[in-house]
């Protein structure tokens, strides 16, 4: 369990490094369509190579950080009956998410994507519109983003069983977010009157 931990942990920081540069792929994005916009009032000209770019970064900004997206749980989620169940419930559902529907999906997208890359990369077809780009870099974008994501996926499988072996955290709380039980454990200890971090003794008996 210790080698896949480490693996997941490896995945991890994979998906912190590509989300935190992602970012500048759409600062990038926004710079390309106010130059556009600023060329084409000015000199009133304009191509639309300056439009297919910006859509090319924001669909590769979007689909890498997808892993991203996941490692922080910020993907879109219906939590009003799976917060009623138990943890280790909740941990079911999301190994059995990740493993018969996540992972999948991110490969049969793979399966169809690659070809049509790899046919697109050969023949170097051009975009339709006047003054348009080569098509396989944006298609790129679809095997490296399912590929990042499919990863990620994994990663928060290898955490979700090693929590219910007891080799691991609870992959569901965020960073500095607090678990249920030390939220119950607060609210005694304020109601005792102890102060946070302060060790509990036992009564002195006379």
């Known amino acids: 369990m210790q080698g896949l931990m480490k693996l997941s942990r490896a995945i991890d920081w994979l998906n912190a490094q590509v989300g935190k540069y ?27 190579a300056y439009l297919e770019v910006q859509w090319y970064l924001f669909a590769w ?3 890498i950080a997808a892993g991203f997206t996941l490692l922080h749980r910020e993907h879109v989620r219906i939590d009003v009956l799976n917060s009623r169940l138990s943890k280790r419930t909740q941990m079911w559902i999301d190994i059995l998410g990740f493993a018969l529907f996540l992972t999948p999906l991110c490969l049969v997208v793979l399966y169809y994507t690659v070809p049509m890359l790899i046919s697109q990369y050969q023949s170097g077809e051009m975009s339709g ?17 399912f590929t990042l994501l499919l990863l990620q996926g994994w990663s ?16 569901t709380l965020k960073a500095g977010e607090k678990s249920a ?8 200890r304020e109601r005792a009157g102890i102060q946070p971090g302060t060790p509990e003794t036992a009564p002195q008996a006379r």
């Open 129 to 145: 519109n006047s003054g348009g780009l080569i098509r396989w870099p944006v298609w790129l974008a679809l095997p490296v983003g």
């Open 22 to 48: 992602a970012i500048w792929i759409i600062l990038a994005s926004t710079a390309i369509s106010t130059l556009n916009a600023i060329v084409r009032k000015v000199f009133n000209t304009s191509s639309n």
């Open 61 to 63: 900004s979007f689909l």
């Open 156 to 171: 928060e499988l290898i955490k979700r069983v090693a929590f219910l072996r007891g080799d691991g955290p609870d992959p």
């Open 181 to 188: 039980e030390e939220e119950l454990a607060e609210v005694l």
